[in-house]
């Protein structure tokens, strides 16, 4: 059976810094792209930022470039998004999700996590 858990979410302030984990199992990890996407209350789910399966590539969405970094340990089944210089508008549930490749649809998704940016 297919599992992506993600961890890592709370409150924080405008600024502060947290780091969101995506631990994947029942299926081949390495093999598959990864992405977070983010949904804010009353609006659509959106892209946020996608790993290669190798870790090569990054893919980011303007409004995160130079706060977000995404990573992945394939040998711990594992991806990891780090998020600086949070801003009230990065509050959102945000996803994991997995791709056969980069572009294509997602085959897996997380339930998702509580990310609260406020003071």
């Known amino acids: 059976q297919v599992h992506l858990v993600e961890s890592g979410g709370g409150l924080v302030q405008p600024g502060g810094s947290l780091r969101l984990s995506c631990g994947g199992s029942?299926?081949?990890?390495?093999?598959?792209?990864m992405s977070w996407y983010r949904q804010a209350p009353g609006k659509e789910r959106e892209f946020v930022a996608a790993i290669t399966w190798n870790g090569r590539d990054t893919y980011y969405t303007d409004s995160v470039k130079g706060r977000f970094t995404v990573s992945r340990d394939n040998a711990k089944n594992m991806m990891s998004l780090q998020m600086n210089s949070l801003k009230p508008e990065d509050t959102a549930v945000y996803y994991c999700a997995a791709h056969p490749r980069i572009g294509r649809e997602a085959d897996y998704w997380g339930q998702g996590t509580q990310v609260t940016v406020s003071s």
């Open positions: 029942g299926f081949t990890f390495s093999s598959y792209a």
